[in-house]
């Protein structure tokens, strides 16, 4: 478990940053006021096992003396939980662009207070904590790019790569393809279990199909080539920034060759990839 702090000049993407933490599996909190901070990590700790990304608000006047009051007090009564620092920002250019395309107002800005000076306020506060910060500046990144970065800065501190998370689910072509597919394979190219005698009734999770399903070549074939497919797309998909990848496997009925081959894949891919499984058509009862 770690503890990530996210800093962020407003306008320079602190809330893309908090998501790709959420992403990649953290317990969120969203724009807590500083001092707040201890009481929530304290809270957060008794009831989750995640690990946390907290962003925080720096508009209080007492900003800076929260934050450094309180990272001192975590580290000291958690010693074993670390806490990193991550500051994001970007160029007065390019703040001051994103605030006139999105028509919002900064929370430091008012009738007294020019959006230039807020900003440099903003800033200021959150330059005077934590000199031991990772620093991302977004002037030239891509919402993209600063997901996979922060992903890559959670993945290193916690020094493991995350696995990937799969979702294959089986469907039937006459009722449509699941809208919310990335890969869609057919597997009405093999010999259909529905016109076997005794088959028909059962699905593709029963022994009897499992059997027949197996002793006909074409399906190791198809098996072992959406597999191989789909080891080699999971690194353009992680570099897209994609938090899961949907695989839907079809057949006529959904009930036979695509719960089958959904099932092969899942066991094909279980060391490589976190997997969901379901079958739209014909789920498991409960």
């Known amino acids: 478990m770690q503890l990530i702090l996210v800093l962020g000049v407003s306008g320079a993407g602190k809330n893309v940053a908090l998501g790709a933490l959420e992403d990649a599996g953290f317990a969120i909190v969203n724009n807590l006021p500083t001092a707040l ?3 929530t990590v304290e809270a957060m700790l008794a009831t989750h ?13 007492t900003f800076i003396e929260d934050f450094v009051a309180g990272c001192a007090k975590l580290r000291r009564e958690h010693p074993t939980l670390p806490v990193r620092v991550l500051r994001i920002d970007a160029s007065d250019t390019t703040l001051i662009r994103r605030f ?6 900064h929370p430091f800005a008012s009738d007294e207070v020019r959006l230039e000076q807020a900003i440099d306020e903003e800033r200021a ?3 005077a904590v934590a000199p031991d910060a990772f620093d991302i500046d977004t002037s030239n990144t891509s919402t993209h790019l600063l997901r996979q970065r922060v992903r890559s800065f959670a993945n290193a501190l916690s020094g493991r790569v995350e696995l990937p998370l799969l979702e294959i689910s089986s469907f039937a072509y006459r009722e449509g393809i699941p809208p919310d597919a990335d890969l869609v394979f057919d ?22 199909v499992v059997d027949y399903l197996k002793a006909q070549p074409e399906t190791a074939a198809l098996v ?18 994609r938090a899961r990848l ?3 496997i079809g057949c006529t009925g959904g009930k036979h060759r695509s719960i089958y081959v959904a ?7 279980a060391s490589e990839a976190r997997v969901l499984r379901h079958d739209r058509e014909h789920p498991l009862a409960n």
């Open 100 to 105: 006139a395309e999105t028509r919002r107002k």
């Open 246 to 248: 949907h695989i839907a």
């Open 224 to 241: 072992s080539a959406i597999a191989t497919f789909v080891r080699a797309s999971l690194p353009g998909f992680a570099a897209d920034n």
């Open 263 to 269: 099932n092969a894949l899942q066991a094909a891919l």
């Open 49 to 61: 096992t995640q690990s946390l990304g907290i962003s925080l608000n720096a508009h209080s006047p």
């Open 187 to 208: 597997a009405r190219i093999l010999p259909n279990p529905y016109y076997e005698p005794g088959l028909s009734a059962l699905t593709g999770r029963d022994a009897p």
């Open 125 to 127: 506060r959150l330059q």
């Open 37 to 39: 901070l201890v009481d």
